[in-house]
Each structure stands twice: as C-alpha cells, then as structure tokens.
C-alpha cells in the first residue's frame, strides 16, 4: 500500500497576515505573525490520505541553534509560556490538513525555521521545511507590549506616517516623516539589526533567549540605532557640512535609511541628528511590534556635570557666550515604548524613555533606557535606566549671568524654561498633544497628569497655552521685559516689544543694548547679525514701552532653519546694575500646498493627479529642488527642479501618482532652496480606498 509524504507546506500567508495584523508586509519574503496568536500552515500530502489514530506529526521550531519539538493534538489548547500546535477536528481534510502553530506570548523575535515531520505505523517520516518572522504582539493581553486600545494599537503599531514637532515651544513646527515600516527592505532590515548587533555577537544562545523581553530589545535597538559603538545605523553630525553624506534636514523618512545602511554591509549612513535618530528608532520598534511614539522635550537640558543646574552667559551687550560645557537644546527628540516593567516592580508600567541620539553612556554603550515616565516625574532616580538624566533633561534649573571683564556682575534664575513642553502626535488626528504633565508636575494645571491638544497646521501654530513669551530681568531698582508681538513668519518682520520699568522715585538714565543671533537648535549662537544701542532716561516710577523690529533682509541671508537668540541689556548708569531678558525662537517657514481634485475618488492602483503650489514669501528670487515622496503612494521618489521664482511669486507643479497600499496614507512634499539652508514642506492625508 502506498505510504502518505508531506509534498509541501503552505504557510496561508494572505490568511496568516489578515489575522495577525501583518498584512502591510504581504510584499515581505517570509510569513509575519505575532506571538501569543495561532497561525495557521497547510500540508499538502502524496499518496494515501492522513490517519488521525495511526499517523502522528511532530513540528521542530528553530531560532538559531534553539529549538522546541512538539507534537500536533487535536486540542485546541493555548499557552502563555509554551509553544503549542494542533489540528481542529472539525471539518479536517485529511488530504490537505491544517495545523495550527501557537507561539507562547513570551516567545523571542527573530526570524524562525520550522521542521514538519509525520510519522507512520511502518516508521517511515517525511519533512518539509518553512520560516516565518515572529513579532511582539500588542493584542494579546499575556504579551508584555499588551495596549489595550485599539486606536492606539493601530497608531502605534500600523500607522506608517507621523509628525515631528520642532521649533520652539512658542511657535511648534510640524515636519512630515513617513516610517515606511511596510516598504521593502524594511522588515530585513530591522531584523538584521539585532543579528549585527554586538550583544548577537557576544553570546548568540543569550541573546535569542533574551529577545523575548522588550527591556532588552529597546536597549539594545537604543545602541543600534547611532553607531557609536558598533555596526550602528546612523552617524551623528552636528556642525560642519554634509558634503560626504545627506543633510538630515533633508530625509524625509526611514525607509532610504534602514534599506541604505543594510544595503551597504552595515556601513552607518550619513548623517542623523536627534529626530532621525528618534524617528528610526520609531520604524524599528513598530516593525518588532513594540508601540512607539516619537516625543520632544523643547527646552532640553545637557547637564554634563549632574547638579540639575545649566549656566548661561552674556556680554554687558546682550551676546551670548560660549563658557559652559552645559547646554539647552531648543527642542530634543527621543521615543516612547510602551511595555510592562517586571523587572522594577508594580507601577512603572506603560510609557518608558528610549534615546537613540548619541549623549551620554548607559552601561558603558551610547543608548538610554528604558526610563519609565512615571519614575522620571516622581524623580525615582534608584531606578534603571537612565532616570537621573531624563529628569535633568526636563527639570534642570537655568542660572543665567551677565558677563563684563571677566566678572560676573549679573545673575538670575529660571526654573521653568527647561522642559517648558514635552509632546507627541495625538492618536488619529495630525495635531499636537500636551504631555508635560505626564512628566513633572506643572503649575496652574487642575490635573498634573492632564493632556491637552491644540490644532497644528503643516506650517506651524503659536502654543501659549501654559508659557508665556516673555523673558524678563529684575532688581530692586528697575525691570526689563522682551516680549514677541507674534510668532514670526518667513518673509515679514520680527516684531518685538521692550518693556522698561523704574521702580524708584528718583530719574534713571539707562544704557540700551540689543543684540540678535543665530543659533543651531543644539548649540551656541554665532556671531552677531543685528544690534542696537542707545540711551534711555526714566521718570520716577515710570514705565517706557519700546517697539523694534528686524526687517527679513537683516535675517533671511543668516537664519535659513535656525533659530534666532534676541537678548536686551539694560543699564543703570548711576548703579551701574544690569538687567537681561532674553529670547529664543524660530521664524516659521512658508508651507507647500498639496491639493487633489477630488480626494475622495483616490483609490489603489488607479492614477491619480495631484499639484504643488509655492508661493516665495522672501524679499529675494528663490530656486531649488523639490522632491515628493509618500509611503504606499509613490514607489521611490519624484523629482523636480524649481527655477528662480521672483519675491511674492507662485509657482505650481502637477505631478501624477499610482497608489499601491489601502488606508491613510501621507503624501509629503519638500523644497530644498539652493544657496541657503532653508528647506520648505508639505504634506496631505490621503485615504486610498479599493477598486
């Protein structure tokens, strides 16, 4: 009689990803489940059909040189700690059978082999190969990642576009980035990361053990993410030029990165600063299945020296000094996880701290977390990891001091700057949400833990909410205040407000100082651009009120996408004290408009046509080169090349694109100006629906 043989193995990939929500990597060579869930492989077998009470199946499941052997029941039984596999009685066809493989929701991730054997009463066996890639599994209540609600799983898992805040906390900047975490390469890649990495090398049997906890797996993609101490796969570049690599103000996404990095041998792209970093970041975690989120922290401590104290210093006429090794950043970006914490006890469960971007070392390796959010607000600095240098990050008092011939002869303090907004993207909607209660407890808040939103443009949106535009100086003689008009835009005035108040009942004389700088976000202003002096003579008790403005042919040569840092000195000739107030800021960008003749008709696989309108808000003519992209919408990239466009000219570019992927997707467009630093985006959300 003819013997049954296993002929081959159908993993059901189409049916498999539909259930596990793994769908977007259909493209991907491998089958992709989540652990915690059953996936289901078909057996096509030769010759006489299966006997469920003579033949028997056994399934060897391999992860490197680990393996587990388990025989296949007719129980539909599950487990939380074991691998499990099993045939469903119930309409079985005995031809072609179906087996049910159920990962443990403890199981390590990492690409997988499988071995299926069945055996005979006469003892023949035959066997058949198959891989599938196993992830973290956020729907599953035993898994560690378990969220439990659907539109954040879905926004922190499945969403393949997003928002990254920068500016200032007073005038927050979207920038589009599309994680890309569904286009090809992208899942190999992420997985290659954790095999390139040095703990893999070290002791390969330990770290697929280890792979089982998102703890471990976040430190080590935190490492893996900058390539400061291994294969990494980001260099970090802050000042300088980008000539042998890419300006990271211009990637527009993960995707060119990850694919660029594994394509190379592992070799670290060039070059990535804070939100790249955070953003990669992002796109890996997402493709492991761990939620994650990008945050910035504006006003961003360095504190080098742990005294949670930051020192400033300015000439006797407003300019800001290099004299400190501790910095603020205007904004720093770093990630967010979420996942349970075992291993620090009950309540520090949820969001925790991951910062790729290269600062500090964390166990003597550039990474950072995880910081349970909780124990940074609580400042429970006993814990790991890295919570003393978050909380400085977000608390750190700032001492700021006046400087003439090398003595100190002014000195005030600020303890709300640093940390002043700490947000992220609100769930569903392209919008900013107010986190800095989730951090520290904020004055004038009826709920410390309280959330709040405030609707972004693709440009920019003023926040006031819970800051104040003005830096202002005191003594017992007389004050100073610097306030902002409004939030500066591209190609109109900076409009700004000095405020100088006599607190005595006797005549003052004041010297006037006004100083402008530009700055990088992350570090010292550069030499003056702007500046004016002059004398001020006071009433008893009396109260001036100043109006200055800086014309954009005074900044637009020097600013680009840098920030300005404005300062005003003033002092009394006859005490010869001085007073300071201070501001830093950003001067938001014009925006491109993306717009689509009906947007309701975009659907896969059908043409669509869509434009780019620009309009130059400068006082000189513009060129540039302008690049759209869009993640399930445009395979690669769109170029054009814009020609000099006169001050307060529009220009339109049409441009056709063929969707690939369903569901909400980001169509994003930048212009790279030539001969300046400026680059001008856009973005529009489109929902592709089916044929």
Known sequence: MEDLLIQNVNLEKPENHLQHRTDGFDGAKSLVVRRGAPFKVTVQLKGR????????????????????????????????????????????????????????????????????????????????????????????????????????????????????????????VSRPWSYDQFEPGVLEACLNLLQVSPEHQKNRRRDYLHRNNPVYISRVVSAMINSEDDRGVLKGKWSGTFKDGVNPALWTGSGDILTKWAQSGYQAVKYGQCWVFAAVMCTVMRVLGIPCRVVTNFNSAHDTNGNLVIEEYYSETGQKLRHSKDSIWNFHVWVECWMARGDLGSGMDGWQVLDPTPQERSGGVFCCGPAPVRAIKERRIDLLYDVPFVYAEVNADVHTMIVSQGQVVSHSMDTERV????????????????????????????????????????????????????????????????????????????????????????SKMMKLHLNAQAKEYNNSPSDTFWEVHGVLHLGPMEVKTIKKQIFPAEYEDVVGDDLINLAVVVEDTSSEDRLLASEEFNIASPELIIQIPDEKSVRVNQEQVATVTFKNPFSHPVSGALTLVGSGLIRGKLNFRLSALRAGGTVEQSFSFTPFMLGTKMLQASLSLFNTNSTIRGFKMIYVNRS
């Not at 609600?149 to 500016?167: H, K, V």
């Not at 535009?469 to 306030?483: H, I, N, Y």
């Open 49 to 172: 059909p299966f006997n469920p009470n003579t033949d028997h199946i056994r399934i060897k499941v391999m992860l490197g040189r680990l393996y587990v052997v388990m025989p296949v029941t007719f129980h539909k039984e599950a487990s939380a700690t074991r691998w499990r596999a099993y045939m469903d009685p119930e309409g079985l066809n005995l031809k072609r059978p179906s087996i049910y493989i159920s990962p443990p929701a403890v199981a390590s991730v990492g690409s997988y082999r499988f071995q299926l054997c069945v055996f005979t009463p006469i003892g023949k066996q035959s066997g058949k190969f198959g891989k599938f890639v196993l992830l973290c599994n956020p729907w599953c209540s035993d898994d560690t990642v378990y969220i439990p609600f659907e539109d954040q799983r879905e926004e922190y898992i499945l969403n393949d576009s997003c928002l990254l805040f920068m500016g200032s906390c007073k005038n927050v």
């Open 419 to 506: 940390g002043s907004l700490i947000c992220t993207k609100v769930v569903g909607f392209p919008r900013v949400q107010n986190i800095t209660g989730d951090y520290k407890f904020v004055k004038g808040w009826t709920s410390p833990m309280s959330s709040r939103s405030s609707t972004l443009s693709s440009r920019s949106s003023g926040y006031s909410e819970d800051s104040t535009l003005t830096r202002a100086g005191s003594s017992s003689g007389a004050t100073v205040s610097l306030d902002l008009d409004k939030a500066p835009i591209a190609g109109e005035p900076i409009n700004f407000t000095i405020k100088v108040m006599n607190l005595q009942k006797v």
